[in-house]
């Protein structure tokens, strides 16, 4: 079993930053998503880093996200830059116990197991 706690939301302008963190409790190998989910839309990957150390991204927010982890911390990062209106959506940690060699299955929201309870990120214009 695994608990996850994010924070670090909140009000940013556009072209502003911010970090968020997700802390892990219980089995710490697991390879890390995080998702958001906008209103009225459905949830949909942003970046997830496999317990080796790899990244993938979702295009949108390639080269503005990082996505990073501290494994002594049992603690998942993603530090966001060049915000812009639409990035606005609850951000949600997950995490996934499995191997998957492709790494598609890491961006899809059905392959995880454990989910945090989501944090607000608005992007004012």
């Known amino acids: 079993q695994v608990q996850l706690v994010e924070s670090g939301g909140g009000l940013v302008q556009a072209g502003g930053s911010l970090r968020l963190s997700c802390a892990a409790s219980?089995?710490?190998?697991?390879?890390m998503g995080w998702f958001r989910q906008a209103p009225g839309k459905e949830r949909e990957f942003v970046a997830a880093?496999?317990?080796?150390?790899?990244?993938t991204y979702a295009d949108s927010v390639k080269g503005r996200f990082t996505i990073s982890r501290d494994n002594a911390k049992n603690t998942v990062y993603l530090q966001m830059n060049s915000l812009k209106p639409e990035d606005t959506a609850v951000y949600y940690c997950?995490?996934?116990?499995?191997?998957?060699?492709?790494?598609?299955?890491?961006?899809?929201?059905?392959?995880?197991?454990?989910w945090g309870q989501g944090t607000q990120v608005t992007v004012s214009s």
């Open positions: 997950a995490a996934n116990g499995k191997y998957y060699s492709n790494s598609y299955y890491y961006t899809r929201v059905e392959k995880y197991d454990y």
């Open positions: 219980g089995r710490s190998r697991y390879s």
């Open positions: 880093i496999y317990w080796a150390g790899d990244t």
